[in-house]
């Protein structure tokens, strides 16, 4: 599964650049939205309301996964899944997918093939295809993918139009993928339900054009932490956000892992990142679409995020090369 180097004949090295896009790209069937697919110098898609919202994130082996914790179909996965939760932050719809992958040449064929068609696969459950992308040598593996979304003729719901009085709620799941990489970072690999949410999330797409059409007035998806994710949101808007901590559930999984590891489960609700819940901001309780909790509200006091009226004394969330 990638942790030792294949030889012999079934090497993305030996198979070679070409014969590689030729055995992930043929024969893969594309949406109808998909008006020129893979195999030209770009693809051509439909844009149907004229506009497109784009967005791009790489997941890097060893920082973002590592390949003796997930399979390669787990990891395409959630390269997909975490490009299409930053297109549905946005109140869009996802209409297409283009993907990079750097990877060592002793790299076996089949974890390419098996990660491109988790990241196919990823993409399929919002009806999208996986129209371009791009494979080259380096060592370690990178995936790299960029989505494109539809607003169906809504405004963006950007980070910045939270306003006070507004109540702040989350559409989701918190606080599983941090168990689950707690778990794997001491060497087990059970309870499969944290370990599996650390290796693919499961993002409520469906959730943000919901939000959209239901008037929210700001919205990000929930990569970092909960804290860190809602102090960007409160640092675009110029808003105090505030967090009550009794709003928020945490399921009796986290806290079995939580009492087994000596951790505090809350902690990881309101810091772990990678479950990629949506958190947005509405006018009004009766405004929030089914599936959506409130968690807050969006106060006047100086720009930022608080827990229960304080200020929160650990990490907010993951940041890189801190
Ligand atoms: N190198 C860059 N050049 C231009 N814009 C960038 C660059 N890196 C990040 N950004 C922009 O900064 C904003 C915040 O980026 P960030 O990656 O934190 O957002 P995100 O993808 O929602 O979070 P995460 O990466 O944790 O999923 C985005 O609009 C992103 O496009
Ligand atoms: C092997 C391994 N070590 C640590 C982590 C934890 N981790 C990595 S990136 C990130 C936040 C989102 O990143 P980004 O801001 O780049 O989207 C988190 C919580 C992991 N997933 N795998
Ligand atoms: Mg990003
Ligand atoms: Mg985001
Ligand atoms: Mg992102």
Same mark, same amino acid.
């Given at each position: 599964?990638?942790?030792?180097?294949?030889?012999?004949?079934?090497?993305?090295?030996?198979?070679?650049?070409?014969?590689? %896009?030729?055995?992930?790209?043929? /024969?893969?069937?594309?949406?109808?939205?998909?008006?020129?697919? +893979?195999?030209?110098?770009?693809?051509?898609?439909?844009?149907?309301?004229?506009?497109?919202?784009?967005?791009?994130?790489?997941?890097?082996?060893?920082?973002?996964?590592?390949?003796?914790?997930?399979?390669?179909?787990?990891?395409?996965?959630?390269?997909?899944?975490?490009?299409?939760?930053?297109? @549905? =932050?946005?109140?869009?719809?996802?209409? #297409?997918?283009?993907?990079?992958?750097?990877?060592?040449?002793?790299? +076996?064929?089949?974890?390419?093939?098996?990660?491109?068609?988790?990241?196919?696969?990823?993409?399929?459950?919002?009806?999208?295809?996986?129209?371009?992308?791009?494979?080259?040598?380096?060592?370690?593996?990178?995936?790299?993918?960029?989505?494109?979304?539809?607003?169906?003729?809504?405004?963006?719901?950007?980070? #910045?139009?939270?306003?006070?009085?507004?109540?702040?709620?989350?559409?989701?799941?918190?606080?599983?993928?941090?168990?689950?990489? @707690?778990?794997?970072?001491?060497?087990?690999? #059970?309870?499969?339900?944290?370990?599996?949410?650390?290796?693919?999330?499961?993002?409520?797409?469906?959730?943000?054009?919901?939000?959209?059409? @239901?008037?929210?007035? #700001?919205? %990000?998806?929930?990569?970092?932490?909960?804290?860190?994710?809602?102090?960007?949101?409160?640092?675009? &808007?110029?808003?105090?956000?505030?967090?009550?901590?009794?709003?928020?559930?945490?399921?009796?999984?986290?806290?079995?892992?939580?009492?087994?590891?000596?951790?505090?489960?809350?902690?990881?609700?309101?810091?772990?990142?990678?479950?990629?819940?949506?958190?947005?901001?509405?006018? &009004?309780?009766?405004?929030?679409?089914?599936?959506?909790?409130? %968690? /807050?509200?969006?106060?006047?006091?100086?720009?930022?995020?608080?827990?229960?009226?304080?200020?929160?004394?650990?990490? =907010?969330?993951?940041?890189?090369?801190?």
């Amino acid at each position: 599964m990638g942790d030792s180097p294949a030889s012999g004949a079934d090497t993305v090295a030996a198979i070679g650049e070409f014969g590689l %896009i030729r055995r992930v790209t043929e /024969g893969t069937p594309q949406p109808s939205t998909t008006l020129l697919g +893979p195999g030209d110098d770009a693809a051509v898609v439909a844009a149907p309301d004229g506009r497109v919202v784009v967005t791009t994130d790489a997941l890097v082996e060893g920082v973002h996964f590592r390949l003796d914790w997930s399979t390669p179909t787990q990891v395409g996965r959630k390269a997909v899944a975490v490009n299409l939760a930053d297109i @549905a =932050a946005m109140g869009a719809v996802p209409t #297409s997918v283009v993907v990079a992958l750097a990877c060592p040449g002793d790299t +076996p064929a089949a974890v390419v093939t098996e990660l491109l068609e988790g990241m196919a696969a990823e993409a399929r459950r919002v009806h999208v295809g996986v129209v371009g992308g791009d494979m080259v040598r380096a060592d370690n593996m990178v995936v790299s993918v960029t989505a494109l979304g539809d607003l169906g003729g809504r405004p963006p719901v950007t980070r #910045s139009g939270a306003s006070p009085g507004d109540i702040v709620a989350v559409c989701g799941r918190l606080g599983w993928a941090a168990a689950g990489l @707690a778990v794997l970072g001491r060497g087990f690999r #059970s309870p499969v339900s944290v370990v599996n949410a650390q290796r693919c999330p499961d993002p409520p797409y469906a959730a943000g054009p919901a939000a959209a059409l @239901a008037g929210a007035t #700001s919205m %990000i998806d929930v990569s970092d932490g909960l804290l860190a994710d809602l102090g960007h949101l409160a640092e675009s &808007s110029g808003v105090g956000i505030d967090v009550q901590t009794d709003r928020l559930t945490v399921a009796e999984r986290l806290v079995d892992v939580g009492a087994a590891l000596g951790a505090d489960p809350m902690h990881w609700v309101l810091t772990g990142g990678e479950d990629h819940a949506l958190a947005a901001t509405f006018r &009004s309780l009766s405004d929030l679409p089914e599936g959506w909790c409130p %968690i /807050g509200s969006v106060v006047t006091s100086e720009v930022g995020v608080t827990v229960d009226g304080l200020p929160y004394e650990r990490e =907010a969330g993951w940041q890189h090369w801190t």
